[in-house]
Every structure is written in structure tokens, then in C-alpha cells.
């Protein structure tokens, strides 16, 4: 039996603006070891699924030498970063402004940097993260948030919220598909200008506003080809959450983190991406489900600005933002049909539902158009109203173009609901800027 083969000198190019550490931390195999095919081709898997380069070519030629072969790596570098400024109009939100700039590849180091800052007259939004996935470069992963957020949809004040989020992270397995992270989260959050009403309702437990302080862990599972447009593959997020602490008894509360809202939150999101042409990734099928759960842990009524509500570009297209949940009404007039006397309250559970499938139209431009089909709701309103049934998931069509432009993905978006209800829109189009899922 012979002498086996051995890797020699593991050559990086093409690597610019990318530092050599950032690739050679992906290559499954060292200098020095056996060769062996398969981790040749789970190195090459590795870089490409990291969304940085538009190519990977492995060789390897004969090394210094017998039975030793070297490793070239050559990479061609595809644009990682985007940015966006521009005016926009929806049928809802009338003239809006957008700046948005991130970077998946940021300063070559492997970072993951975003900003971005949306206004309109009833959305005002500015966000800043940053996420390093090698922490120190080691298997950690850290990341850190800020945002503030204020806008009116459905009622007549204004939410806020603003705060922030510290989240480190650990890879469970080797090829660093699974990731268990710890947040913490502590932002001020409620409405603006509540009116008498409003106040009054479920014992004042509904709409108040405090400090919400919460610790969370979220189990990952990523298999997707590409982090940054993947085409196959699946995503699976499990997270629950403590905000606050228990009640002990009937007049003490364990306070275990502070803040002024005690409740536990569980979600789950999962992700499936299949191309439906054998050996082509021009036609896509992609799926995305979410569930969630929160309840108090205090025995109060969870708070409006933590209740679940679905409608929008992000959650059910074809139904304005926030549109759809628990509602109560508003006693405003005797006709139970107009849209104004129905007040979302929000649910305590949300159930959605993404089906899309897209195609490329204009490879080389980044040009694709899009068919959904969308189905949710949110579920069991105060007092246990409402509970979580699947004949009453809203339902909805539509299709869209989008572009992968040089200032980052752009979405253009029709929905239609089926059966609309009284006061709904026929049909709802919106614009978005980066991806859905």
C-alpha cells in the first residue's frame, strides 16, 4: 500500500477585499493532513454558501515533493454591499423616504453591518446592527442592535419603540449549520396620545406603556445553499423569551430582569427553499411558516404594543399593514360594517403562512418576477376571544417583480385578498426594499 497523500500549501487568490482568514477559516482541511476529496468539496460548498463570491475554484496541483498536493483556492469577489436612497409611494403610507445601506461582507472581515432609516407620515424607523460570525475568531458569534421605531397604522397614536439588543451566539456542530444564541433586549415601548377610551379598556391592562427588559435563547438550524439569496435548502429558528419575571403570589411579582411587562414568548419559523427545474436554480419554490405564542406570566392582559398583528409586505401581502387580528368596536356610529369602528387589538397568538414561487426573467440584470399565495391571522384576543382556527386564516394572491439592483433587492408587489371583507381594498400594492425570506 503506498505513501498517502498530503496537503502541502494551501494558496489563497483573488481575495480582495476579503482578508485570507475569512477564507481559510471555511477550508475543512490544514496544511499537513491527508488528503481526502470530500472535504475538498464541503470547503468549496462552505465558501460559496457564505455569499461572498460569485465563484470557487479548488485545484490542486502536484507540491513540493512526493505525495504531496497543494490547495489553490481562487475566488472571484461578487458584490456584497448595498445601498439606497429615494423617495417611494404606497397607497397607504402616501410619499415615503428610504435610505438603507448594508454590507454582508464588511471591511473583509466576514461582519455583517446594516443601517437604514425609513420615513413616511405614518412610519418613522432607523435601525443600526452589526453581526461578527467568527467572534475573535473563534466558533462564537456576537452581534449588537439599536432601533427606534414610531408609527400609526390602524389607530389614531403613535407606537413606539426603542431600544436595543447584545446577542452571543455558539456553532453546535462542524459545519457550523446549527447555532444556539443568548439575547438580551431592553427597549421603552407603548403609544402616544391615548385617548380616554382607550385607556379604559380591559381595566386600563391593554394599552400602557413601560420598559420591557427580556432574555431569550434561539435555536438555528441553517442548510440553505447561499446565507444571502438561497435557492435550496432549508432555515429553522426556535426562540422563547422571558420579559421581566412571575407572579408569586397575589401581591408579589419576581422581578428576575426588571421592566415593567412580565410574559414569555416562543417562536417558531421555518424555511424551505426547492428549485423546481432539475439542475437549475432559475424557477424556485420557497416556503416560509411562522408561529408564535406569547403569555403573561403576571396574570394581566398582555399589552397592545406586544400583541400580535398581521397584514403587510412582511407578513399577509394584499391586506394593509397591521390590518388583521382580535378586533373589537369602537363605538363611533350603529353601522357595524364601517372600517372605523373596528379596533385591532392585537392577538396573543399569529399563525402565517408564505408560498411563492420565482422565476428568472432577466438573469443578467437581476430580473425576476414572482407568484404567492398567502395565509394567517392572529389569534385569541383579550380575555381569550378569538381563539387560534385554521377556517379563519385570511387568505390572499398576488405577484410581483423584483430586482437584485446595484443599491440592494428591490420588491414590487400586488395582492389580492380572497373574500374581503367589509372595508378591506380589492387589491394592495406595496414596494419594499431587501428580502422577504
Known amino acids: 500500500m503506498g505513501e498517502k497523500v498530503r ?27 491527508i488528503y481526502r476529496g470530500s472535504l475538498i468539496r464541503a470547503s468549496k460548498q462552505r465558501l460559496m454558501r457564505l455569499g461572498y463570491f460569485e465563484d470557487v475554484v479548488i485545484s490542486t496541483p502536484r507540491g513540493d515533493g512526493d505525495n504531496v498536493l497543494d490547495m489553490n483556492v481562487q475566488v472571484t469577489e461578487r458584490p456584497t454591499g448595498s445601498f439606497s436612497l429615494g423617495l417611494g409611494y404606497s397607497n397607504l403610507e402616501s410619499l415615503t423616504f ?5 454590507k454582508n461582507n464588511f471591511l473583509g472581515l466576514g461582519y455583517l453591518m446594516s443601517g437604514a432609516v425609513n420615513w413616511s407620515k405614518l412610519r418613522r424607523q432607523g435601525s443600526l446592527s452589526l453581526f461578527d460570525p467568527y467572534f475573535l475568531d473563534s466558533r462564537w458569534t456576537a452581534s449588537i442592535d439599536a432601533f427606534y421605531i414610531s408609527q400609526q397604522f390602524q389607530i389614531q397614536n403613535d ?16 459545519r457550523n449549520d446549527m447555532q444556539l444564541r443568548l439575547q438580551y433586549t431592553i ?4 403609544l402616544q396620545n391615548i385617548d380616554a377610551f382607550r385607556l379604559r379598556l380591559y381595566g386600563g391592562d391593554l394599552y400602557r406603556n413601560g420598559m420591557t427588559s427580556t432574555v431569550g435563547t434561539t435555536l438555528s438550524i441553517d442548510k440553505r445553499n447561499d446565507r444571502i439569496f438561497p435557492t435550496r435548502g432549508i ?7 422571558l420579559s421581566g419575571g412571575f407572579r408569586l403570589n397575589e401581591d408579589q411579582v419576581l422581578s428576575m430582569f426588571g421592566g415593567d411587562f412580565n410574559f414569555i414568548e416562543t417562536k417558531v419559523n ?18 416560509n411558516l411562522t408561529f408564535g405564542d406569547i403569555r403573561s406570566t403576571d396574570g394581566r392582559e398582555i399589552a397592545f404594543i406586544h400583541r400580535y398583528r398581521a397584514g403587510g409586505i412582511q407578513s399577509l401581502r394584499g391586506f394593509q399593514w397591521y390590518s388583521l387580528g382580535p378586533s373589537i368596536r369602537v363605538p363611533n356610529s350603529d353601522d357595524p360594517t364601517r372600517a372605523d369602528d373596528k379596533l385591532i387589538v392585537g392577538g396573543t397568538e399569529t399563525w402565517t403562512n408564505n408560498f411563492e414561487i420565482e422565476s428568472s426573467i432577466v438573469p443578467q440584470a437581476g430580473i425576476s418576477g414572482v407568484v404567492f399565495f398567502d395565509a394567517g391571522n392572529a389569534f385569541r384576543g383579550p380575555s381569550g376571544t378569538y381563539p387560534l382556527n385554521p377556517l379563519d386564516l ?16 428591490l420588491r414590487f ?21 431587501g428580502s422577504f425570506f
Open 7 to 33: 496537503i502541502g500549501r494551501i494558496n489563497i487568490s483573488g481575495n480582495d477585499p476579503t482578508f485570507d482568514k475569512v477564507v481559510r477559516r471555511e477550508i475543512q482541511i490544514d496544511e499537513g493532513e
Open 235 to 241: 432555515l429553522t429558528n426556535i426562540s422563547t423569551a
Open 187 to 190: 427597549e421603552d415601548v407603548g
Open 394 to 409: 385570511r387568505t390572499s394572491v398576488g405577484a410581483g417583480i423584483r430586482w437584485r439592483s446595484p443599491i440592494g433587492p
Open 270 to 287: 421555518f424555511r424551505l427553499y426547492q428549485p423546481i427545474v432539475p439542475r437549475s436554480d432559475r424557477v424556485v419554490f420557497r416556503m
Open 413 to 433: 408587489e400586488l395582492g389580492f385578498p380572497l373574500a374581503p371583507q367589509p372595508g378591506e381594498k380589492p387589491s394592495v400594492f406595496d414596494f419594499g426594499i
Open 98 to 102: 428610504n435610505f438603507s445601506v448594508q
Open 159 to 174: 407606537e413606539y419603540r426603542r431600544g436595543g439588543t447584545l446577542s452571543i451566539g455558539r456553532y453546535l456542530d462542524p
